[in-house]
């Protein structure tokens, strides 16, 4: 007679073949770098950079210019 054939045995085996296998895939998907997925884009408006901007002049915005239609 096999041992295989002994039922205790069998469960066993199988249980640690399981075992095996999991072990296996799991040193195999910790070896494969990472695939890029598509992720829906993150649209962000950027904040103006208020340092960079020279103020205007308040007299220049109420003053005509000569020459210039109105």
């Known amino acids: 007679m096999f041992p295989t054939a002994h039922p205790d045995i069998?469960?066993?085996?199988a249980t640690e073949r399981a075992a095996g296998l999991r072990?296996?895939?799991q040193r195999y998907r910790m070896?494969?770098?990472?695939?890029?997925?598509?992720?829906?884009?993150?649209?962000?408006e950027p904040?103006?950079?208020l340092s960079?901007?020279?103020p205007l002049p308040a007299e220049a915005d109420a003053t005509p210019t000569a020459g210039r239609a109105a």
């Not at 070896?31 to 829906?40: F, K, M, Q, T």
Request: glycine fraction near 8%.
């Open 47 to 49: 904040a103006g950079d």
């Open 23 to 25: 072990a296996a895939a």
């Open 10 to 13: 069998m469960g066993q085996l």
């Open 52 to 54: 960079r901007v020279s």
């Open 31 to 44: 070896s494969r770098p990472v695939l890029a997925r598509w992720r829906p884009a993150l649209f962000r």
